[in-house]
Nanobody, 117 residues
Framework: QVQLVESGGGLVQSGGSLRLSCTAS???????MAWYRQAPGKQREWVAG??????EYAAAVEGRFAISRDHAKNTVYLQMDLLKPEDTAVYYC?????????????WGQGTQVSVSS
């Protein structure tokens, strides 16, 4: 079963940047992937997805975040620029939101992103 490990989070000031990585234990080339986030007291929400070379974004991050992947490294990235305090959350990766939840990989531990004003 595919295991996912997210990394790259941290504490940054508003307007700063971070690059998150999600590395899988085996090839995920065949799967459309996505990033999600969960802020304190809120439900997990979809942030960005990549299907082949097509990328799509939630309205809240459009124009500031960029998702990409490296098949050779079994890794999906999320470049986050112009960060805002409301981007503070634990970030996770998993299969694309179009897939039934029962087909998701086990969730990783996530990586904490904290943006100070």
């Amino acid at each position: 079963q595919v295991q996912l490990v997210e990394s790259g989070g941290g504490l940054v000031q508003s307007g700063g940047s971070l690059r998150l990585s999600c590395t899988a234990s085996q090839s995920i080339r065949a799967y459309a992937m996505a990033w999600y986030r969960q802020a304190p007291g809120k439900q997990r929400e979809w942030v960005a997805g990549i299907t082949g070379t097509f990328a799509e974004y939630a309205a809240a991050v459009e124009g500031r975040f960029a998702i990409s992947r490296d098949h050779a490294k079994n890794t999906v990235y999320l470049q986050m620029d112009l960060l805002k305090p409301e981007d503070t959350a634990v970030y996770y990766c998993n299969r694309h939101k179009s897939v039934d939840l029962s087909k998701y990989f086990p969730w990783g531990q996530g990586t904490q992103v904290s943006v100070s004003s």
